[in-house]
């Protein structure tokens, strides 16, 4: 294993914890502040891997990631999602798309969605996103991409066993 693909996986691991963290977060900008900074690492690790259209896309998705924190304008979040697409342009092949389709509805959950809703798309986006790092070479990334996808299940499922926690107390009480 040569130097440049021991740091790009090195990278990616860093990029795994802090994007499982994220996931678990308990308020949305939480999940947003550590989306960001995993995208930031990523598109380091991509950019060494040669995954240009991912890396792209990552630097996209960390400035799309900061407008959302500060506005949910239907505008804004449209002119982000042409952005999104704009690497499209550089694909080289059908897998390229993938990134791109995840990227898209991540958009519309930053932008519009609650924490909760945020929560499914973060789901379906790593869904879309995994394969195309295995497809590259980028395992640990892979890994990245299944343990958020695995900690936002688990935060999915945590917050409904407590929203059904809190309608039976409700319930006692009445």
């Known amino acids: ?52 259209v991912a890396a792209l896309l990552n630097i996209v998705n960390t400035t799309r990631i900061l407008a959302a924190m500060r506005t949910s304008n239907t505008a804004v979040m449209l002119f982000f999602m042409v952005l999104t697409c704009l690497p499209c342009l550089a694909m080289a092949s059908w897998v390229d798309a993938l990134p791109v389709l995840g990227s898209l509805i991540s958009t519309y959950g930053y932008f519009k969605l609650d924490k909760h809703g945020m929560r499914y798309v973060l789901v379906g986006m790593n869904l879309l996103w995994a394969p ?16 958020v996808l695995l900690s936002a299940t688990y935060a999915i499922i945590r917050d409904h066993r407590n929203i059904l926690n809190s309608q039976a107390v409700a319930r006692d009480v009445l």
Do not use: E, F, P, W
Request: hydrophobic content about 55%.
């Open 132 to 147: 195309v790092m295995v497809y590259y070479g980028a395992y640990i990334t892979a890994i990245h991409y299944t343990g």
């Open 1 to 52: 294993m040569d130097a440049t693909l021991l740091i790009a996986n090195g990278l990616g691991l860093l990029a795994a914890l802090t994007g499982i963290i994220a996931a678990r977060s308990h308020d949305k900008r939480g999940i947003m502040i550590g989306n960001a900074l995993a995208n930031i690492i990523l598109v380091l690790q991509l950019g060494l891997l040669g995954a240009y």
